[in-house]
């Protein structure tokens, strides 16, 4: 296993944590598995590029994903909000509870009433208009993109 897979590996890691049953109530050990999953997600490009040497088919196909990454709304974010985390304070997010009325699948009902607790992105919403910014399903985006972009550079550098 290469350094960068044990990175990203952190990184899933840290966000299975903040999902877990016995941590989704607690509100600090969200924050900290969130805060340390930015850190490690955003490491994997940095350890990836350090593996990677002065290789030239890496810096050609990394180019071009550099560019791709630099205009994706969701990697932008999660590096601004990495960027708050590491020199500023940490991320926290905010915790909001949402009464359900009733509940489908398939167009059938499947369960009735409830609150759920929910994660947000403070200021998401400005970045993808209407978007509610919630961080487990935002996380799990960017940690797919981060797990591609890993099985692509491994491609790369076979």
């Known amino acids: 296993m290469t350094e960068t897979e044990i990175k990203l590996d952190d ?81 926290r997010p905010n915790q909001r509870f949402v009464n359900i009325t009733k509940v489908e699948q398939g167009g059938h009902l499947v369960g009735t009433g409830g609150t759920v607790m929910t994660y947000e992105f403070e200021g998401f919403s400005k970045i993808v208009r209407g978007d509610s910014g919630n961080v487990f399903r935002l996380c799990k985006q960017y940690y797919t993109y981060m797990q591609q972009l890993v099985n692509d550079w491994l491609k790369v550098m076979k």
């Open 11 to 91: 990184t899933r890691i840290q966000l299975e944590m903040a999902m877990s049953k016995e941590n989704i109530t607690k509100i600090d050990v969200v924050r900290s598995c969130i805060n340390a999953f930015i850190s490690n997600a955003r490491s994997v490009t940095f350890t990836m590029q350090k593996e990677s040497g002065s290789s030239d088919k890496f810096a050609k196909w990394y180019k071009g994903r550099q560019e791709e990454m630099k205009s994706n709304p969701l990697l932008k974010f999660f590096n601004e909000q990495r960027v708050i985390s590491i020199h500023q304070q940490s991320v």
